[in-house]
């Protein structure tokens, strides 16, 4: 399992931070005017998740502690809008544009256009699909995310000892627009169909597909809505599955909330996954009767650093560079791509890796613990 945050993550942050040094003391020397770029950042959802929230105003100030302008806009996954932001950046004279798509097949003819005035674009998270028109992808080991959650599941539920006990499991996942959902749908899948295939685990429900499991737009309220049809379609007053797997915190939360409003948990939840650290499931994982039991960890430090380290790079800033790694094939062209590892996290280790790190504070969970 992949529990430990990789070493070329913590390369990256020492990196950034001799970049940011070697910038900052450049552009005390008063950078001419036209020297100045802007970055665009489109992102995605803004009210379906903190984690986004967290990023682009990270984002944000790194580069503009760098002395880059930035636009940053949020669409709250209209995927019109998002088309109308990008070409705007283009217009507005944006050098590097940076984009998490709402649907990373709807934006081909818009990033043409980019690349025909020389903008250099950047995925962010999640790939571009289909176009020749992305120079760079920087995300998180997205099939990784499936596996650890998978094997979250596999060892809560001891799946591989020999006892005879059968248990249940729902799946829970995103959007099939979000190109990252074949990732963590095909790696949890990975480690959990051995056993969906002896029968040690059972899907009353049936729905075992990514299309019949995708929670539209990641909605917290769109997850609590199945989990109710499903409780209510497929499970005895009072019971519930052993395991839900869920493929993002949004989910989880919405799935807890309909477990909740049906009673009969009796103190008592399934194993349940996720994904982003989000505060209110951290909250739920280290409460004295947790109802999520883990969550995956993305440190979107790492990630802004490397966009930042990038970007200087493409400045022609000497010193910043950036180790790629596999890339990712768009359907198109194989697109450059940096991955950084991500962290499981449950209450055996939440402190270690949310608090000592400083990516929160203490006090935001002073109630729990
Ligand atoms: C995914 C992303 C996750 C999560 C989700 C909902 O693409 O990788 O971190 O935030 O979208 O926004």
């Known amino acids: 399992m992949k529990n430990v945050v990789n070493k070329a993550g913590r390369m990256l942050v020492l990196f950034s931070a001799l970049l940011i ?13 036209q020297d100045r770029w802007k970055i665009g950042i489109a992102l995605s959802d803004e009210n379906t998740s903190d984690r986004w929230r967290l990023d682009g105003a990270n984002m944000k100030a790194l580069l503009e502690g760098l002395d880059f302008d930035v636009d940053l806009q949020y669409v709250n996954r209209d995927i019109a809008k998002q088309r109308t932001q990008i070409e705007a950046m283009m217009n507005e004279g ?25 903008i250099t674009i950047i995925a962010y998270d999640r790939l571009l ?48 627009s979000d190109n990252n959902v074949n990732f963590y749908f095909q790696g949890a899948m990975s480690m959990l169909q051995p056993y969906l295939d002896s029968g040690k685990l059972t899907v009353p429900s049936g729905q075992k597909t990514m299309q019949e499991c995708g929670i539209a737009d990641w909605s917290i309220t769109n997850a ?103 890339p990712y094939h768009n359907g198109v062209i194989n697109v450059k791509t940096y991955a950084c590892e991500t962290t499981v996290v449950d209450a055996s280790n939440w ?19």
Do not use: H, W
């Open 224 to 326: 609590k809505n199945r989990m109710s049809q499903l409780i209510n379609e497929y499970y005895f007053t009072g019971s519930m599955p052993d395991a839900i797997l869920c493929s993002n915190d949004a989910v989880a939360q919405g799935v807890i909330q309909a477990l909740d409003e049906k009673g009969g948990t009796d103190g008592k939840y399934p194993v349940i996954t996720g994904q982003d650290a989000e505060k209110a499931s951290v909250r739920y994982i280290i409460a004295p009767t947790p109802s999520q039991s883990m969550t995956v960890f993305k440190d979107i430090r790492t990630s802004a650093r490397a966009v930042v380290t990038l970007i200087g790079s493409i400045k022609g800033n000497s010193q910043a560079s950036i180790q790629f790694g596999t």
């Open 94 to 118: 944006c050098k590097v544009i940076v984009i998490t798509a709402v649907d990373g097949n709807s934006l081909g003819d818009v990033l043409a256009k980019a690349k025909g005035k020389g």
């Open 129 to 176: 699909m289909n176009t020749p028109d992305v120079d760079y992808y920087i995300t998180f080991d997205n099939l990784g995310v499936g596996e650890q959650q998978g094997e979250y599941i596999r060892k809560a539920l001891k799946l591989e000892s020999a006892e005879p006990t059968t248990y249940t499991i729902e799946f829970f996942t995103g959007p099939e």
């Open 21 to 33: 040094t070697a910038c900052n003391s450049k552009n005390n020397q008063d950078e001419p005017a």
């Open 351 to 369: 402190k270690e890796v949310l608090i000592d790190s400083g990516y929160y504070l203490a006090s935001d969970f002073t109630d729990e613990k």
